[in-house]
């Protein structure tokens, strides 16, 4: 399984990454739109988990060019922005969406579930 | 009883609003940062327990972003602190400086979603005047609202303020795309209440690319 984790938080990006490494669960990360779209040209994804609101292009944005690039990539939002316009447009759009902070355990089972789907 | 709504009373709400919300996104993001970092402590003190290696440099480093995320939380809370005690007067002797540098926190993450870099050129003296500074806040975060539309490609905005013989300005600088029409246009019913309130006076300057407050010193001594 290949993941792109994708958000401007590069603490938690980061963190984030070593803790599904330490679960066995490889993932790339980069923190803005412009390196994830420089990323996916070198290699391919099979999910890719997205920050919705970072700066210039956000999540949804960023989506519809991944989805271009890697048609049929699988998409777990993650965002910090409670929303109700933003949770329904966002559950519609993609596999999951997530609210910060998240659970890791619930995080790895919603992956595996969407890889599934 | 009369069902239409204050519209100043409606736009203060609503600034009140986006602000709330703006920081409350803010600190969730701060609040991931320290879960997953307690998270990686958890799981680095179960992996001791079972006698594999931690790394300690990177406990450190992860000691060192946990208290940033403490300081940048406990800073966005001071930040809707003052904000919510600009509330508590119906005028006050303020300093635009400091004003000014609790507006651009408070947008910060609006603007920079945007795109928008906003700044402040302080001046080393302190520009008092007596104001209503929610209205003034309130009137400063419509106009950055407005002067995302009309700058130039840079997406730069830099607030100056400064002192003047009847009060003091703030100048909205790099809006090169303002025209008359789209100043028109900004002046709503609820922005010319607000100056009404704050008995200001807005100046846009085409030319130059320029939208000037110009403040009285005393919000009950209108500027002449």
């Known amino acids: 399984m290949q993941l792109l984790l994708v958000d401007d938080e590069k603490e938690f990006v980061a963190t984030l990454a070593e803790r599904l490494s330490l679960r066995g669960i490889e993932a790339d990360w980069v923190t803005s739109a412009k390196d994830a779209e420089k990323i996916i040209k070198t290699k391919h994804y099979d ?28 998409t777990i939002y993650l965002t910090g ?21 998240i659970n890791i355990t619930d995080l790895i089972e919603k992956i595996n579930d969407a890889l599934k789907k | 009883m009369s069902n239409k709504i204050d519209p100043l009373g409606e736009a203060g709400l609503q600034f009140y609003s986006k602000v709330s919300a703006s920081i409350s996104h803010e600190i969730k993001n701060s609040l991931a940062v320290l879960n997953e970092s307690a998270g990686y402590l958890e799981d680095v003190t179960l992996m001791a327990k079972k006698g594999m290696d931690v790394n300690m440099e990177r406990l450190e480093s992860l000691a060192v972003t946990m208290l940033k995320q403490v300081q940048r939380t ?15 007067d119906p005028a006050s002797q303020i300093d635009l400086n400091p004003l000014l540098e609790l507006m651009i926190s408070l947008s910060e993450r609006t603007t920079v979603t945007r795109g928008f870099k906003v700044s402040a050129v302080f001046s080393d003296a302190a520009i008092t005047i007596t104001t209503h500074p929610f209205f003034l806040e309130n009137l400063i975060w419509l106009i950055l609202d407005f002067a995302m539309t009309v700058t130039g490609d840079a997406k730069t905005i830099a607030m100056i303020p ?26 709503t019913e609820r922005v010319r209440l607000m100056l009404a309130a704050l008995n200001c006076k807005l100046q846009p300057n085409e030319n130059k690319g320029i939208l000037t407050i110009h403040l009285p010193k005393n919000i009950n001594q209108p500027e002449k």
């Open chain 1, 47 to 74: 999910l890719v988990l997205l920050d919705v609101k970072m700066p210039q292009v956000g999540g949804r944005e960023l989506k519809k060019i991944i989805e271009k690039k890697l048609p049929g990539i699988k």
């Open chain 1, 81 to 101: 922005h409670g929303s109700e316009e933003d949770y329904q447009a966002g559950s519609a759009e993609a596999e999951y969406y997530l609210m910060k902070p």
């Open chain 2, 74 to 88: 406990n800073g966005i809370v001071k930040n809707m602190n003052r904000l919510a005690h600009s509330l508590d």
């Open chain 2, 162 to 187: 400064a002192k003047t013989e009847s009060g003091a300005e703030i100048n909205f600088t790099g809006l090169e795309k303002l025209t008359g029409k789209s100043f028109n246009d900004f002046q």
